[in-house]
């Protein structure tokens, strides 16, 4: 098959106007411009008229299982306020309850254009039923915690590995989620750390997100240390350095590790992720309800830190008057350019396809048109007179006009 489209925007390369993508079974054959391109003679040619056609987008942080809760929690004064409101939030939840939210947040994601998604999965007997359920990539992020429940980490760790033992799936797979470093035992990150650098498993968390948990670890007070401390979580850990430090002293820190937001820094931090190459994931909407400081990207850019964006789930995303949120890449997308004036819209696209794709241990597979690469791609109306594909794409809104995942039409074009 190829197709013909207006304007390719390879992301691994600079825009094509009046490209084309030649696709031969799940794959991409080649990238070009359409009179290089000509067809065979058993080779079907469609043309998707006034289009651009990217990359399928990668959302490096998602909680699918929470999409239903959007606009159910407004935000609070502290993220230590929002913890007990999530966690009543949960329990009143039935099995039936998570499986409709994930797969909720699995439409919206498909048809907003993600085609890969890392998910943090707080309720593992939902898979594969899940997985089968959907076309979407998905990696299961399998989350640990263990503070509270008082179990032994290596029974905790014993449990997941075996849950991710018995999947098996064509297109989705499952890693490891130790939750936060305030909400997992210090043993059990190292047990997690140990087991994923032998097993080549991708590595999940939370990561220097509030201010709160930043004053925790960095000097041992605060709303969130006085908090765990009275649901008996052992704080001798605390008053040693940030977060960043306290995962380096666990070995957690390897370019196996996807940390989502990091949103504070001590002196060194950045430097120390960018030596460990540790991926980091923004989430520009939730960050916004949270009212967090500025994300520091320059800072972690110039310590060559792979930067990436995620949706978080619609529990941390803010209502626009009455009209509930979605989980859309491309709202993040320009979240990001309203918030960050000093990056340039290629690069906001790059967070959102390429760097995600390599934190996942994807790159040159999605996020990317290029030969080789998996036929995973989406199409989006093109601006009318519009000049720089990079800036049409972000402003974009509403669904896309066709998604592509693994050579199959997942949203299929308008004929």
Same mark, same amino acid.
């Given at each position: 098959?190829?197709?013909?489209?207006?304007?390719?925007?390879?992301?691994?390369?600079?825009?094509?106007?009046?490209?084309?993508?030649?696709?031969?079974? *799940? #794959?991409?054959?080649?990238?070009?411009?359409?009179?290089?391109?000509?067809?065979?003679?058993?080779?079907?040619?469609?043309?998707?008229?006034? !289009?651009?056609?990217?990359?399928?987008?990668?959302?490096?942080?998602?909680?699918?299982?929470?999409?239903?809760?959007?606009?159910?929690? =407004?935000?609070?004064?502290?993220?230590?306020?929002? /913890?007990?409101?999530?966690?009543?939030?949960?329990?009143?939840?039935?099995?039936?309850?998570? &499986?409709?939210?994930?797969?909720?947040?699995?439409?919206?994601?498909?048809?907003?254009?993600?085609?890969?998604?890392?998910?943090?999965?707080?309720?593992?007997?939902?898979?594969?039923?899940?997985?089968?359920? @959907?076309?979407?990539?998905?990696?299961?992020?399998?989350?640990?915690?263990?503070?509270?429940? $008082?179990?032994?980490?290596?029974? /905790?760790?014993?449990?997941?590995?075996?849950?991710?033992?018995?999947? &098996?799936? &064509?297109?989705?797979?499952?890693?490891?989620?130790?939750?936060?470093?305030?909400?997992?035992? =210090? %043993?059990?990150?190292?047990?997690?750390?140990?087991? +994923? $650098?032998?097993?080549?498993? #991708?590595?999940?968390?939370?990561? %220097?997100?509030?201010?709160?948990?930043?004053?925790?670890?960095?000097?041992?007070?605060?709303?969130?240390?006085?908090?765990?401390?009275? *649901?008996?979580?052992?704080?001798?850990?605390?008053?040693?350095?940030?977060? !960043?430090?306290?995962?380096?002293?666990?070995?957690?820190?390897?370019?196996?590790?996807?940390?989502?937001? !990091?949103?504070?820094?001590?002196?060194?931090?950045?430097?120390?992720?960018?030596?460990?190459? !540790?991926?980091?994931?923004?989430?520009?909407?939730?960050?916004?309800?949270?009212?967090?400081?500025?994300?520091?990207?320059?800072?972690?850019?110039?310590?060559?830190?792979?930067?990436?964006?995620?949706?978080?789930?619609?529990?941390?995303?803010?209502?626009?008057?009455?009209?509930?949120?979605?989980? *859309?890449?491309?709202?993040?997308?320009?979240?990001?350019?309203?918030?960050?004036? @000093?990056? +340039?819209? +290629?690069?906001?696209?790059?967070?959102?396809?390429?760097?995600?794709?390599?934190?996942?241990?994807?790159?040159?597979?999605?996020?990317?048109?290029?030969?080789?690469?998996? %036929?995973?791609?989406?199409?989006?109306?093109?601006?009318?007179?519009?000049?720089? &594909?990079?800036?049409?794409?972000?402003?974009?809104?509403?669904?896309?006009?066709?998604?592509?995942?693994?050579?199959?039409?997942?949203?299929?074009?308008?004929?």
């Amino acid at each position: 098959m190829i197709l013909r489209a207006r304007t390719i925007l390879p992301v691994s390369q600079p825009p094509i106007e009046n490209g084309a993508v030649v696709i031969s079974g *799940n #794959r991409i054959r080649a990238v070009g411009a359409w009179p290089d391109l000509k067809p065979e003679a058993d080779e079907k040619v469609l043309d998707l008229g006034e !289009v651009i056609l990217l990359p399928g987008l990668v959302n490096a942080h998602c909680h699918l299982d929470y999409t239903d809760m959007a606009g159910e929690l =407004p935000p609070p004064k502290t993220f230590t306020d929002w /913890i007990p409101l999530i966690t009543a939030a949960k329990s009143a939840w039935s099995y039936s309850e998570y &499986a409709h939210s994930w797969l909720h947040g699995a439409h919206m994601l498909l048809k907003t254009g993600t085609t890969t998604v890392a998910d943090i999965e707080a309720m593992p007997d939902l898979l594969p039923e899940v997985w089968d359920a @959907t076309p979407l990539r998905v990696i299961s992020f399998l989350e640990m915690t263990g503070i509270r429940a $008082r179990r032994d980490p290596k029974e /905790i760790l014993r449990e997941v590995v075996a849950k991710i033992d018995s999947l &098996a799936h &064509a297109r989705c797979s499952a890693a490891l989620s130790p939750h936060a470093p305030y909400s997992t035992l =210090p %043993a059990l990150l190292r047990l997690a750390a140990g087991l +994923a $650098r032998k097993n080549k498993l #991708r590595v999940c968390t939370h990561l %220097a997100e509030s201010p709160e948990e930043f004053e925790m670890f960095m000097h041992g007070r605060g709303k969130m240390f006085d908090w765990l401390r009275r *649901n008996e979580r052992d704080n001798s850990d605390c008053g040693l350095g940030s977060p !960043v430090k306290h995962f380096g002293r666990h070995k957690m820190l390897g370019e196996n590790l996807i940390a989502v937001h !990091v949103n504070l820094l001590a002196h060194g931090d950045a430097s120390l992720l960018g030596k460990h190459r !540790v991926h980091v994931v923004h989430c520009p909407r939730s960050h916004a309800y949270f009212r967090h400081p500025p994300f520091l990207r320059e800072r972690l850019a110039n310590a060559g830190v792979n930067l990436c964006l995620g949706t978080d789930s619609l529990a941390t995303t803010r209502k626009i008057g009455k009209q509930k949120p979605g989980l *859309n890449m491309f709202e993040e997308m320009r979240q990001l350019a309203v918030s960050d004036k @000093t990056v +340039a819209p +290629a690069e906001i696209i790059r967070m959102a396809t390429v760097n995600g794709a390599r934190a996942l241990g994807l790159a040159g597979q999605v996020g990317e048109l290029a030969k080789n690469a998996a %036929a995973d791609l989406i199409a989006i109306p093109a601006v009318e007179n519009s000049t720089d &594909a990079h800036e049409a794409v972000l402003a974009h809104t509403g669904n896309v006009s066709a998604s592509m995942i693994d050579g199959r039409w997942a949203v299929p074009p308008m004929e």
